[in-house]
C-alpha cells in the first residue's frame, strides 16, 4: 500500500477535512514563502540601479501604473512592500506551524485512545 494511502486510511475517521486543512495551508505556505522571499530581488534591484529599474520593460509598466516618486521613495516603497510580504510569510508559517501542531496533537489523542478500545477488547475476549 502507497505510504500516503496509509496516512489518508488512518486519518480518515478522526477527520479528512481537518488533514485537508493542515495540507492546504502546508501548500498555500510554501508558495506565500516562496513569495516573500523573492519580494526581496526587486528591492535590491531598485538599490543598485533604480535607472536601470525604470528604463525596463516590466520595471517602467509597473512604474506606470503608482503616482510619479523620487528614487529615494521608490527604494523606501519597494523596502516596505518587502518588509510586508516577509511578514505576511512569516504570519501564515505560524499559522500553520500551529495548525499543524494541533492537529497531530488531537489525531494523536483519538489514535491512542481507540488503540486502547482495541486492546481492552481483546483482553475481555480472552477472559472469556
Known amino acids: 500500500m502507497h505510504p500516503f494511502r496509509k496516512i489518508y486510511a488512518l486519518a480518515r475517521p478522526y477527520g479528512r477535512k481537518r488533514l485537508a486543512l493542515v495540507a492546504s495551508l502546508t501548500c498555500l505556505q510554501g508558495i506565500v514563502q516562496t513569495v516573500g522571499v523573492s519580494s526581496i530581488f526587486p528591492f535590491l534591484a531598485i538599490a543598485a540601479d533604480p535607472g536601470a529599474v525604470r528604463q525596463s520593460q516590466l520595471g ?31 504570519g501564515l508559517h505560524l499559522l500553520t506551524i500551529y495548525a499543524t501542531a494541533s492537529y497531530t496533537r488531537g489525531f494523536g489523542h483519538w489514535l491512542r485512545g481507540a488503540s486502547q478500545t482495541v486492546i481492552h477488547q481483546s483482553l475481555l475476549q480472552g477472559l472469556r
Open 60 to 90: 517602467g509598466e509597473v512604474l506606470r501604473r503608482l503616482p510619479e516618486m523620487t528614487d529615494q521613495t521608490l527604494l523606501i516603497v519597494a523596502g516596505l512592500g518587502a518588509i510586508t510580504m516577509l511578514l505576511v510569510s512569516n
